[in-house]
């Protein structure tokens, strides 16, 4: 598939084109860099791998496959990225060893777009290395960072909330901000945000992360106002790498030491000897006072983590992207995880039923080929 320009003059949301309300912002010289975004997509998915071994026996990772029998998900993360940020300002974090999933990417999107990570080593490192290569050519970049493993069925919802996130950091009332969605459920796997207080002009203040908390924790955090964590975020490029050198300043070395021209040892060397950071739990979950939070509206967001969410996923029919890129040219991923969840769990005598649960027509899951 080929992405063609969302339009001929898309400049992305930035201080040119961010609706006003109010009085409008003083946009000093150190407020002048550039909306970017990254789309990480550098993990295995092991907790699905059940769903995703293809026929020869080989594991694909999720964000190669689709939810149902369209795009796959990371394609839809990159057009979600479109909404808000023009392609040629889009960095996609893969995984070396995932190189015959994402080649095609490399022929759609500029060079400079794909940031290759010799081996995966946690969410925290993959935003680095974007991060470093995007503050090298825009010092003063905002970034927002997107996983690729998420299903939205309201996407004119979740582009809203990005472009208010992106406002909030224009009109410099924060640093980071992350999007959090109001709890539907008792969900032990996702993490949460606990909020310090009621908003000010839309904004939380965070008192605490936690991350998968037993069933009566997470009762008593969404009884208190919590929301569930989504890995959302969008933050002042400057901001978020001295958060993470704060945190792992030897890390943040050795990545910035291997991207310059001509270093030694190379990535690949420093890769080998860098330990596995999770964003999340290493970097978040220490750090509550250099966040926000916004409350994003009911928007049918799922993170696809789990065999469980996917089935939640498929009961819920997405909606259209509106204005986006259209992917109706996009050719489908080779591994559908309806059709995957169908083929584990259907007898070969059984009726609609499960097909009717899941919210998938029968032929969509009738087995390839």
Not at 134 to 156: K, Q, T, Y
Not at 197 to 224: C, D, M, Q, W, Y
């Amino acid at each position: 598939m080929h992405y063609p320009d969302i339009a001929q003059d898309f400049q992305g949301v930035d201080e040119n084109n961010l609706p006003q309300r109010g009085t409008r912002a003083r946009w000093s010289a150190s407020n002048n860099g550039k909306t970017w975004a990254i789309v990480l997509a550098g993990g295995s998915g092991t907790r699905l791998r059940p769903l995703t071994v293809n026929r020869a026996g080989i594991p694909v990772p999720k964000q190669y496959c689709s939810l149902r029998s369209g795009p796959s998900l990371l394609r839809e993360a990159l057009q979600r990225a479109f909404t808000v940020v023009p392609r040629r300002r889009t960095s996609v974090v893969v995984a070396e060893p995932h190189a015959q999933w994402w080649n095609p990417l490399a022929r759609e999107l500029p060079v400079v777009s794909i940031a290759v990570q010799p081996e995966d080593r946690g969410t925290a490192t993959g935003i680095l290395l974007a991060l470093l290569r995007i503050l090298e050519r825009d010092p003063n970049a905002r970034v927002v960072v997107l996983p690729s493993d998420h299903h939205v069925v309201d996407e004119g919802v979740l582009t809203r909330s990005l472009a208010n996130a992106i406002g909030a950091l224009l009109y410099r009332r924060t640093d980071i901000v992350l999007l959090g969605a109001t709890p539907d459920s008792l969900d032990t796997d996702l993490g949460y945000i606990a909020p310090a207080g009621p908003p000010t002009n839309g904004l939380l203040s965070v008192a605490e992360f936690v991350e998968k908390p037993v069933r009566t924790h997470a009762a008593k955090l969404i009884a208190a106002g919590a929301l569930w964590n989504t890995f959302m975020l969008v933050a002042n490029g400057q901001e978020l790498l001295e958060l993470m050198r704060a945190r792992e300043p030897s890390v943040v070395a050795d990545l910035h030491r291997a991207l310059e021209r001509g270093a030694t040892p190379t990535l690949r060397e420093i890769y080998c000897r860098l330990p596995m950071l999770d964003f999340s739990r290493d970097v978040v979950q220490r750090s509550p006072s250099a966040f926000s939070a916004i409350r994003m509206p009911p928007c049918g967001w799922t993170d696809l983590g789990t065999v469980d969410r996917v089935r939640k996923s498929l009961r819920n029919k997405a909606k259209t992207f509106g204005n986006a890129i259209s992917l109706t040219d996009a050719e489908p991923a080779s591994i559908s995880l309806a059709r995957a969840l169908w083929a584990e769990r259907l007898p070969a005598h059984a009726s609609c039923d499960l097909t009717d649960e899941l919210g998938v027509g029968a032929v969509e899951m009738m087995p390839a080929g």
